[in-house]
């Protein structure tokens, strides 16, 4: 092989001799040769792993997502009172069957107990002690309780009280859905 450097030109000669060849190892290439396609087959296979499961990731999130809207949407639009509540059972969220029937608005209802916004003082006291260890001890629960709206007007309403837990199980708080029951009362 000629390489040109300034002004001179060099060359460079290799030979072998047949005693060198015969020592060399020619498996060694083989194995560095079979590794490298291995190595780029896992690469590969990493790569489209990778890309398939995030693929399906989004599906499963898209779906959720429909799934969660659609029962939005149901909460939102019962004519049922739905109360949300933190682990101390102070109300995080109303939708509006809660608006209509209590008069209340969630700026109004948030950070109060349902029975600091709601209390008639006229509930059965086996309700309210009902209620009462339902929120301690982190367990569902239903009653009839009377409530008081925003303007005075009592009303009867039958509530069930689910807590709602984190992945790990830990209490996070709770959901309220009230029917109005008055006419039957």
């Known amino acids: 092989r000629q390489m040109c450097i300034r002004d001179s030109t060099l060359t460079v000669r290799v030979s072998s001799t047949p005693a060198f060849a015969a020592g060399q190892d020619r498996s060694s290439i083989a194995i560095v040769g079979v590794g490298g396609v291995l190595g780029s087959f896992m690469l590969a296979l990493a790569v489209w ?96 309780v009377l409530n008081r709206a925003k303007d005075g007007r009592e009303y009867w309403v039958a509530t069930e009280v689910q807590p709602t837990r984190d992945d790990a199980g830990v209490l996070i708080g709770f959901m309220e859905i009230g029917t109005d029951i008055t006419e039957q009362k």
């Not at 149901?74 to 101390?88: E, G, L, P, R, W």
């Not at 950070?111 to 209620?131: I, M, R, V």
């Open 49 to 144: 792993l990778v890309s398939s499961g995030r693929l399906r990731a989004q599906r499963r999130a898209i779906a959720m997502t429909r799934e969660l809207d659609h029962l939005a949407r149901v909460v939102q639009h019962t004519s049922n009172a739905v109360m949300i509540s933190d682990a101390q059972g102070r109300i995080t969220w109303v939708n509006e069957g809660f608006i209509r029937l209590s008069g209340y608005t969630l700026e109004e209802a948030l950070g109060k107990t349902p029975g600091d916004l709601l209390a008639s003082g006229k509930s059965p006291p086996e309700a309210l002690y009902a209620l009462a260890m339902s929120i301690t001890m982190g367990e569902s629960c239903r009653v009839q």
